[in-house]
């Protein structure tokens, strides 16, 4: 096997003496969907937090596409190419739907103060730059159907379409590797339908490759191609869905008795 | 509503004919308010544009990117006495002075901005506090700056042109406040505003996105410092004399007050709360000079309170607003236009 | 030379650790720094003055009816203004209080004027006691008894009283509080009261050795404000033993490189410890978590 494209190794995080992340290693391959199930507080949101960069991991490493990128600023793992969203949306609420996504064009553009603030014709360089990463956002509206909520202020906007605008702040990034932290929560099911329709579309045309963390299991394994079962912070099994959901540490895990996940959904 | 053809008409300041005939109108109208208006109005409107880039300044710290200054009467002496200085000791001319002393307050913002990086709510309140006393402190103690005493401002004069009126100074003041409202005002709508806001509303967000903290933060507190430096440099020709005690805690506290009448992270709100608080600062000054209240006011002081300690009304009621519009209308006076805005749209429902 | 410095560092010290302690109490439970709070101690002080100078009563009448007038006008602003903000985030709440702040400066500098005043006080400025090769007045040395006095009543009064435990609790989880029976809103106002009420009495312990004027807290304030920063706003023996720190340091200061810049060092100290401890020397810093 070729080297991966993204992947963790030993990552180990304690708070205060308690492991929440403990000895975590897995591997994804470019253009592939992984998932990580595990009942709550199993540690999976940590691991998003360690590998964005926002709590540094007690060791272990983290390697993207060749490059150690463990306990980098959040930031500068950004422009990476990595990333993510919120599992309690963490949007920029007092911004428009637009102002969003553009947000997340940041890393690309390059308008400082002065040449921000002297924009006033239409050719300027500032303009010209906006005009091109407002051409791009566009088209990220029009795949995810944001219209509507275009020019709204998003802390007005529904719970699902606010989860929306987030995926859409991500993907205004062009990430390479997305990581989508409970993506579907709080959606009814004809919502998460068109979700799981997104995230089919953001893998395969886009070619981007996603961690997700999901608590509806239909929905992973659906879309899954390799799963990541943790509880306690420990790993307990990684592979194909088939394979995991049958698991029975997996079940006892997420049940506490025995019966098929399929079910329980 | 109209159909916009172009992405380039979301972010140009003026979209349609008929705001391009107002937006003239305005000039024009600035343009000629001081060959008409009594020299007190024009002295006045001095001190409002002075306190409309202090208000928009304070705002793009507080209320763009979220974090609290009671310290910038700090950056404000750093201007004044920057300016003043540059030119009586080195000769500077007066546009080269203020920048250049601006930019020094801009740095002293950053210095500022890096010990704030990790503190929050209280904790940066009384650091930025600190800082604005700090300043006036070495101000009034170092005998370059004059001392005490303070320092009568040098000769104005404007690309060889002398300025001594207020009517001069009009011109000169009025236009750098009107390209700083325009310059914030494009500022927030790109890249570098953005990055602010967003820094307000989910700093974890924020970075996750590639926002950089540090440098914006800092940046921040630059920028304001830089706008409350020209609003300094401004300041010290309008007085004409610049003392350490101009520049205390309550005038920070005063600059705040500014920011929350208008509307926090409202660059049009500012404008607004810099007039209408210039205004009012000036006219209750001399309270007791109102045709009918000042009659009681000061019937009711001789009985009950001091005639001498008349003039402390106004802090009475600057206090009031203030209380009064965090409580009840937390958007300040830009909250106030758009409701009235929505209410002559939608008149007579 | 340094015991009497650190002696009347201490003096000092003890009047920031009362005024850090009042704003503490507030700050742990209506989670706001209250720089309303020398306004309203300068005020009471007046309160005292007026008592005792206009009216002629007793010293003692005119005390307790001056901390009296602070429990009430504590009480009255949280409840009139504080519990009315809608939307309270920690800008507006600041900016509430510094809406007091103005507001009693101005009352008072309206009645008052600018004029400076001598609040008589029983204890003397004046007649000195030696300890050791050092000397401290007897009204530092009231001072520094009062303030410790107060500090124990403080704590037995968070140990053992029912109200003291309530406050905990509400200061802890408001909404468990809530659920547990406990009348926040009422518990708010015992707070007010009480942490106006001390800083009263920093107020007038301070009065006859500074000058009574409308001035008279606005440095104390602030330097009460910066010990509790520099003990953390978050624990009540930080917040003490940050004003005895502020008042030595500050007084070693003053008394070995420069009286002038005494005031200065104050700040620098406060952010030089908060570039390293952002929550202050003995408390916890919280991390929010996403």
Request: charged share 15%; net charge neutral; hydrophobic share 55%.
């Amino acid at each position: 096997m070729n080297e991966a494209f993204f992947s963790v190794e030993n990552l180990c995080i304690s708070f205060g003496g308690l492991m929440a992340v403990d000895h975590v290693s897995f591997s994804v391959s470019k253009g592939f969907i992984f998932s990580i199930i595990g009942p709550n507080g199993a540690g999976k949101t940590t691991i998003f937090n360690c590998i964005s960069g926002l709590y540094k991991p007690s060791s272990g490493s983290i390697i993207f596409q060749g490059e150690d990128i463990t306990g980098l600023k959040p930031h500068r793992i950004a422009t990476k190419g990595i990333a993510r969203t919120f599992q309690n949306i963490e949007l920029f609420s007092r911004m428009t739907t637009m102002e969003n996504l553009m947000l997340g064009r940041h890393i690309h553009m390059k308008t400082g103060v002065l040449s921000g603030a002297t924009f006033f014709r239409r050719g300027s360089r500032a303009a010209k730059e906006e005009i091109r990463h407002r051409e791009y956002v566009e088209k990220i509206i029009d795949l995810l159907d944001l219209q509507s909520a275009r020019n709204q202020f998003v802390g007005s906007l529904p719970y699902g379409t606010q989860k929306l605008v987030e995926l859409g702040r991500a993907l205004a990034l062009e990430p390479k590797l997305l990581l989508l932290d409970e993506p579907s929560a709080g959606m009814n099911s004809e919502e998460k339908q068109d979700l799981v329709f997104w995230i089919k579309d953001i893998q395969d045309e886009l070619g981007v490759t996603i961690l997700l963390i999901e608590h509806d299991m239909k929905m992973v394994m659906d879309i899954s191609d390799r799963v990541l079962a943790i509880n306690f912070g420990r790993p307990i099994i990684e592979g194909v869905p088939d394979v995991v959901q049958r698991h029975p540490d997996v079940l006892k895990a997420y049940l506490g008795e025995e019966e098929t996940i399929g079910n329980a959904s | 509503m109209d159909m916009k053809r172009d992405y380039y008409e979301d972010i140009q300041l003026l979209d349609s004919k008929v705001l391009w005939f107002w937006f003239l109108m305005l000039v024009a109208a600035l343009a000629t308010f001081p060959f008409i208006a009594p020299t007190y109005y024009v002295y006045m409107a001095n001190y409002m544009a002075i306190n409309v880039i202090v208000t928009i300044g304070l705002n793009i710290l507080v209320g763009y990117t979220g974090q609290i200054s009671l310290g910038h009467a700090g950056f404000f002496a750093i201007g004044a006495y920057g300016t003043v200085m540059l030119m009586s000791l080195l000769h500077f001319p007066f546009l080269l002075a203020l920048v250049a002393a601006a930019l020094i307050a801009a740095f002293f913002g950053f210095i500022l901005g890096l010990p704030a990086l990790r503190l929050e709510g209280p904790y940066l309140a009384i650091a930025t506090l600190g800082f604005g006393m700090a300043i006036t402190q070495v101000i009034g103690r170092w005998e370059l700056f004059g001392g005490r005493m303070g320092v009568e401002a040098p000769a104005l004069s404007f690309f060889g042109i002398p300025v001594m009126t207020d009517l001069g100074r009009y011109f000169v003041t009025a236009t750098i406040a009107f390209i700083m409202v325009l310059g914030a005002r494009n500022l927030m709508k790109t890249r570098v505003g953005r990055a602010f806001i967003a820094i307000r509303d989910s700093d974890i967000a924020a970075e996750t996105m590639g926002v950089n903290l540090v440098y914006y933060k800092t940046l921040a507190f630059a920028v304001s410092a830089f706008y409350t430096g020209i609003a300094g440099g401004l300041f010290a020709f309008l007085l004409g004399f610049i003392s350490p005690s101009t520049f205390n805690f309550i005038l920070s506290i005063y600059f705040l007050a500014f920011v929350i009448v208008g509307g926090l992270g409202s660059i049009f709100g500012s404008v607004m709360g810099g007039i209408v608080m210039t205004w009012l600062l000036l006219e209750l000054d001399k309270i007791q000079e109102l045709p009918l209240i000042g009659g009681m006011l000061i019937s009711f002081s001789e009985n009950f309170m001091t005639v001498a300690g008349l003039p402390n009304i106004s802090s009475i009621i600057f206090g009031l607003i203030i209380v009064l519009l965090v409580i009840f209308e937390p958007l300040g006076l830009y909250g106030f236009w758009i409701r009235t805005k929505i209410y002559w749209k939608t008149w007579p429902f | 030379m340094f015991l009497q410095l650190l002696l009347s560092g201490i003096a000092f010290g003890s009047l920031y650790a009362l005024i850090a302690l009042a704003m503490v109490i507030i700050y742990k439970t209506s989670e706001v720094p209250n720089f309303g709070q020398g306004e309203m101690a300068m005020l009471s002080t007046f309160v005292a003055f007026m008592l005792l100078d206009t009216y002629g009563h007793s010293f003692f009448v005119s005390f307790l009816g001056a901390l009296v007038f602070a429990a009430l006008l504590g009480v009255f602003l949280e409840f009139v203004f504080l519990r009315r903000a809608k939307d309270p985030n920690i800008l507006s709440l600041i900016l509430i209080t510094l809406g007091f702040e103005m507001i009693l400066y101005g009352v008072a500098s309206w009645k008052w004027g600018a004029d400076q005043r001598d609040l008589s006080f029983p204890v003397s400025d004046f007649d000195l006691v030696n300890i050791g090769p050092a000397v401290i007045s007897y009204l530092n040395l009231a001072t520094l008894l009062v303030a410790l006095v107060l500090m124990v009543l403080l704590f037995l009064f968070f140990r053992y009283t029912k109200v003291g435990i309530a406050m905990k609790a509400t200061q802890q989880n408001p909404m468990a509080a809530r659920i547990n029976g406990i009348r926040v809103n009422r518990i708010l106002s015992v707070t007010w009261a009480m942490s106006s009420t001390i800083g009263a009495m920093a107020g007038m312990l301070l009065a006859p050795v500074a000058t009574l004027d409308p001035n008279l807290m606005l440095e104390p304030l602030l330097k009460g404000f910066a010990s509790a920063v520099l003990g953390g706003m978050t624990t009540l023996v930080g917040a003490a033993l940050g004003g005895y720190m502020l008042g030595i340091i500050e007084n070693l200061f003053g008394g070995y490189v420069s009286l002038e810049f005494k005031s200065i060092v104050a700040f620098g100290i406060i952010v030089l410890v908060l570039c390293f401890r952002p929550s202050g020397l003995f408390a916890k810093h919280y991390v929010r978590k996403v």
